[in-house]
Nanobody, 120 residues
Framework: VQLVESGGGLVQPGGSLRLSCEAS????????MSWYRQAPGEGRELVAN????????NYDDSVKGRFTISRDDDKHAAYLQMNMLKPDDTAVYYC??????????????WGKGTPVTVSL
């Protein structure tokens, strides 16, 4: 099982980044996908998630209207489009997969993270 994030980097306030999470080794469309982030000295927090059938999306209040989560089950990938970035968005962003069908309920996978820095 692998989750590999990419797309992080340094961006100025107000800029945009698109994070990608490529999954392998499990049945992708049986899993809800989430993005978490962890800022320096802080705990890991949920940013956004999308159900295994892609019909429902949820966002932390701090990113509503700026971030968009999506998934492409054919490509076994999840994405996080981040617009109007702020310095407070600086963190390491992690991709997470949680099993949602009965056969995979309780399965929980994490990527190694991709860093995002929002600064002048």
């Amino acid at each position: 099982v692998q989750l590999v994030e990419s797309g992080g980097g340094l961006v100025q306030p107000g800029g945009s980044l698109r994070l990608s999470c490529e999954a392998s080794g499990f049945t992708f469309n049986h899993y809800a996908m989430s993005w978490y982030r962890q800022a320096p000295g802080e705990g890991r927090e949920l940013v956004a998630n999308i159900t295994h059938i892609g019909g429902s999306k949820n966002y932390d209040d701090s990113v509503k209207g700026r971030f968009t989560i999506s998934r492409d089950d054919d490509k076994h990938a999840a994405y996080l489009q981040m617009n109007m970035l702020k310095p407070d968005d600086t963190a390491v962003y992690y991709c997470n997969a949680k099993g949602r069908l009965p056969a995979v309920c309780g399965m929980d996978y994490w990527g190694k993270g991709t860093p995002v820095t929002v600064s002048l």
